[in-house]
């Protein structure tokens, strides 16, 4: 056949439009996405003819790509993934997981009308924040508190409220960037409260705060470092210490804890700071935190602290910007609910499972990985890949405990006939996608973030890739 005779016998949009795949496209999948798909692989039929590429018209080649193109215009773009990085809160994977007890309480109250502001006794309109209220000063013995949309919320919002106009007094070792641009003197500076820094990089004082109170000083703030850390020579002024001096002058302090954990996880061999709990207790009258980081919960700021600064924060414009949806709510108050009992907590939600889980449940699942994958490799013929069970140091992640490494076991993976950069990159594209790290030419699959249910998944996608 030449050109003109192949072009010719292209089949139409219409004829595919109208063959039994062509119907059957249209029940599944939305319309403009089928007309697109059709109408691209014709093109490219087209052009592939004009530059004497195809000599001959295959329908039922040209069908299978239609399909493609189709599944791949209406796929989701946000999808689950596998996490084998073992970064339990790992921001770009989307934080704190979910179980599935909490999702059910969001389906309960999302699927329906709800009380959200609604006051059921008086008949009348009432507050969302009052759901958690009850529950938040319960769990972290706070007089009063609030959940915003995030933490980075929360701190502009109770610098707005409480300090615009006024100085805050902030240690210079504690300006840090949290990264996604929130930086605390930019955030001061849009929230309208006059930052003044006292102390140095390494050492801050309590006479260093103290010199600097003024008529116009509104708060003192103490500012998590995060992911960051100064060591050797240096000194910083611990919230108890800051409280009293605040109680002296009759400045509020205010301390954004970032991650805060509302259990104590020393007991564990995780070394961090003290609990909300502990930092309400020592006299701090606000305190801010994320709802996703060490919480366990879903993306949120949580305020806790004295009624008379949350009375005057929530009457703040800004709160309506900020304010919480009855999605998130919900499944806060499944999270905190499981925090009432503390074993429960370590228990059923999932970060603080991850985090916490002993050893050998790890080393366990590794074997168990690895064992899988052997077996699938073994039935193709030759060499693919050499798999190791190994020990390893994992992260919490989430700016949370920055300094602390996690004994960990992971798979470690030598392919033979790709390199280590490709598997990575084929497991990355996946469906789903594998997410994994390169250490000296093997790729690890930590087992710390792996669920148990995506095993068969992880297994099917790595003997895939190889
Ligand atoms: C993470 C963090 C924030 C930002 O919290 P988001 O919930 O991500 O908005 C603010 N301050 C500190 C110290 C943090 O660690």
Same mark, same amino acid.
């Given at each position: ?173 504690? +300006?840090?960037?949290?990264? #996604?641009?929130?930086?605390?003197? &930019?955030?001061? *500076?849009? /929230?309208?409260?006059? %930052? @003044? ?47 009293? +001096?605040?109680?002296?002058? #009759?400045?509020?302090?205010?301390? &954004?804890?970032? *991650?805060? /954990?509302?259990?104590? %996880? @020393? ?200």
């Amino acid at each position: 056949m030449d050109k003109q005779q192949l072009l010719a016998s292209l089949p139409s949009v219409d004829e595919i439009l109208k063959s039994g795949e062509g119907l059957e496209w249209q029940k599944a999948y939305p319309r403009r996405y089928v007309l697109r798909a059709i109408r691209e692989v014709i093109d490219e039929s087209r052009r592939a003819i004009l530059k004497d590429d195809l000599k001959e018209i295959s329908v039922k080649d040209m069908l299978v790509d239609i399909r493609g193109h189709i599944e791949l215009l209406s796929a989701f773009s946000l999808k689950p993934v596998i996490n084998a990085t073992g970064i339990v809160i790992h921001t770009n994977l989307g934080r704190s997981v979910m179980s599935e007890e909490i999702m059910e309480n969001v389906k309960r109250v999302a699927c329906g009308y709800s009380n959200l502001e609604y006051e059921l006794e008086e008949g009348k309109r009432g507050k969302r924040y009052s759901h958690i209220r009850k529950l938040l000063n319960e769990i972290t013995g706070a007089e009063s508190s609030l959940i915003v949309n995030n933490n980075a919320a929360a701190v502009f919002v109770c610098l707005t409220a409480l300090a615009k106009g006024r100085e805050v007094i902030v240690s210079r070792g504690e +300006l840090v960037e949290i990264g #996604g641009s929130f930086r605390i003197p &930019d955030v001061m *500076s849009s /929230s309208g409260a006059l %930052l @003044k820094e006292v102390g140095a990089t390494n050492k801050t004082h309590l006479r260093d705060y103290e010199r600097a109170i003024s008529e116009n000083t509104a708060l003192l703030l103490k500012v998590h470092q995060s992911n960051y850390r100064i060591v050797g020579f240096s000194e910083s002024v611990p919230i108890n210490e800051l409280a009293a +001096l605040g109680m002296k002058h #009759g400045i509020p302090v205010m301390f &954004d804890l970032g *991650s805060g /954990s509302l259990v104590d %996880l @020393k007991p564990y061999g995780i070394q961090i700071e003290p609990t909300v709990q502990e930092i309400i207790k020592a006299g701090a009258d606000i305190v801010t935190f994320s709802g996703d980081k060490l919480l366990g919960g879903p993306q949120g700021g949580v305020i806790v602290g004295k009624s008379e600064l949350i009375e005057n924060i929530v009457k703040n414009p800004l709160m309506r910007a900020v304010r919480i949806d009855k999605l998130t709510l919900s499944a806060f108050e499944a999270v905190l609910m499981c925090y009432l009992d503390e074993d429960k907590a370590k228990g059923s939600i999932p970060t603080l499972e991850m985090l916490l889980q002993r050893h050998m449940d790890i080393k366990e699942r590794a074997k168990r990985i690895a064992s899988r994958l052997k077996k699938e490799v073994s039935r193709i013929p030759g060499d693919v890949a050499e798999i190791d069970v190994i020990e390893d140091s994992s992260q919490a992640g989430g700016g949370s405990l920055p300094e602390i490494e996690f004994k960990t076991y992971a798979v470690a993976i030598n392919p033979l006939r790709i390199s280590v950069n490709t598997l990575e990159e084929r497991l990355r594209q996946g469906n789903p996608p594998i997410i994994a790290r390169i250490k000296s030419d093997a790729l690890i699959i930590d087992a710390r973030t792996v669920r148990n249910s995506e095993i068969d998944a992880l297994v099917k996608g790595i003997l895939n890739a190889l």
